[in-house]
């Protein structure tokens, strides 16, 4: 890998600059330090002399991807920092040039600071809080609050400890809620997860809630939040309650989500591995499976999900997929806010190898090519709130791009076609890319 004060060019590249629908032929980027310098039609851009040069001669550059719904290690499915420094190189790797963490610990902050320092190599982090639940709450490293005398002071820690957002769970009362979206506002913090049962999905959107996760609240839209308590929304009446709304619920709920400006991230990759057996036996057989840190083959060859969703829920989900693909292909028909985003390493997901997945099941719910990438980059990137600085190609942005051999215009499946990657300034080619995946952690 390269030094990130070094100045090169990619020459006579197709540039995808997901800033619009095209493809700019045989153009140059000068690149110096992890900006952009200059771009423009190869015949146009003058070079200084000497410069190393990569021939982009029949290749396509665009922005690097990002994986927005990501729980790294260390995590209760592998408790072990190498597997999280591991999980890092190899999202880099696949073209991963930022990922969202959805619950955070001591662990991922130690990520970020080795990162920050330059020991660590990986995407750009952004770290949620862990997840904040009530009473009954299924995960035991959950941070409950149970009233709203307790929210400031712990919103402020939060803020304080070093994290970027706030994810919110299950049962959260609705005054709890209320008041975490209040404090969170005071901190600049925004308020992301699932809807808690007791709030519901319309009143998670007019009250500010930035990012709705895995369709959550939508899929259990008219049902009593204590029958959803009682086995923390996994029954089978939940997955089947997305097949039994009606379209005219169906639009005033899509209606309100346009004009909350919510962004929902669907994770639709997730649903299908939860009742998909076949796939499910084929993961150790998987190309990417020996990439992993030991510890994550462990945890996703023998973690079992099944404990947690009966026979009886797992067929309701496969009953219900298509209703999920539909309501995604609405939102999008309607204008709603799309992000890409994986779940991994729940449920039996391999880090790093999956987004290209989802954004393909993007694809597959009726968005076209380009918006279906634009949801893992330039969306993405309007999302975090750094759109000015990444997640589009263009001179003074951050160099943070993939090179491909093929377009993915023509085949989303053409994002597997990596030929090297340039993050912050730094090149990975493929040999590199190799050794890095090979590499051992410690």
Same mark, same amino acid.
């Given at each position: ?7 090169? =060019? ?41 410069? @190393? ?11 690097? *991807? ?98 970027? /957002?706030?994810?919110? @769970? ?18 600049? *913090? ?6 808690? /049962? ?16 895995? *369709?959550?609240? @939508? ?57 998909? /057996? ?37 067929? =309701? ?35 790093? /190898? ?17 918006? =279906?990438?634009?949801?893992?980059? =330039? ?64």
């Amino acid at each position: 890998m390269t030094s990130s004060d070094r100045t090169f =060019a990619v020459t006579n590249i197709n540039v995808i600059p997901m800033d619009k629908n095209t493809v700019l032929r045989n153009y140059t980027l000068l690149i110096t330090g992890d900006r952009i310098e200059k771009m423009g039609p190869s015949m146009n851009v003058d070079l200084p002399e000497s410069i @190393y040069t990569i021939d982009g001669r029949n290749k396509f550059i665009m922005p690097g *991807l990002s994986d927005m719904h990501t729980h790294i290690a260390p995590s209760i499915f592998a408790d072990n920092l190498e597997a999280g420094i591991k999980d890092l190189e190899l999202y880099l790797c696949t073209g991963v040039t930022t990922i969202r963490i959805m619950s955070g610990n001591e662990g991922h902050l130690k990520l970020k600071e080795l990162q920050e320092k330059g020991e660590v190599q990986g995407p750009q982090m952004y770290l949620g809080s862990p997840i904040i639940e009530g009473e009954n709450n299924v995960w035991n490293f959950a941070l409950k609050i149970t009233s709203t005398e307790h929210v400031p002071d712990n919103i402020q820690k939060l803020k304080e400890t070093g994290y970027d /957002f706030i994810k919110v @769970y299950h049962t959260i009362t609705r005054e709890v809620y209320k008041s975490i979206l209040e404090e969170s506002a005071n901190f600049g *913090l925004s308020v992301v997860g699932h809807v808690p /049962f007791e709030v519901g999905i319309e009143l998670a959107l007019e009250s500010g809630q930035k990012s709705i996760e895995h *369709l959550r609240g @939508y899929d259990f839209d008219g049902l009593a939040p204590e029958d959803l308590v009682k086995d923390g929304g996994r029954s089978a009446v939940r997955f089947r309650s997305m097949m039994n709304m009606t379209q005219e619920r169906r639009t005033e709920l899509i209606e309100k989500t346009v004009r909350s400006s919510a962004w929902n991230c669907p994770t639709l990759v997730c649903y299908r591995l939860l009742h998909d /057996f076949e796939q499910r036996r084929s993961l150790s057989s998987h190309p990417s499976f020996k990439y992993l840190h030991k510890t994550t083959q462990e945890s996703i060859k023998y973690n079992d999900m099944d404990d947690i969703f009966s026979e009886e829920s797992r067929e =309701a989900m496969q009953i219900a997929e298509p209703s999920h693909r539909l309501l995604v292909n609405e939102l999008h028909q309607a204008g709603a806010n799309l992000l890409a985003g994986t779940d991994t390493p729940v449920p039996y997901l391999i880090p790093s /190898f999956t987004i290209i997945d989802e954004i393909k099941n993007l694809y597959d719910s009726g968005l076209s090519a380009y918006t =279906a990438l634009k949801t893992s980059t =330039a969306d993405a990137h309007r999302f975090i709130g750094d759109y000015d600085e990444v997640g589009s190609i263009s001179p003074g942005k951050r160099a943070d791009l993939i090179i491909l051999d093929e377009n993915p215009l023509d085949n989303i499946e053409n994002l597997w076609r990596l030929d090297s990657v340039i993050s912050k300034g730094n090149i990975i080619n493929k040999e590199e890319i190799e050794a890095i995946k090979s590499h051992t952690p410690g």
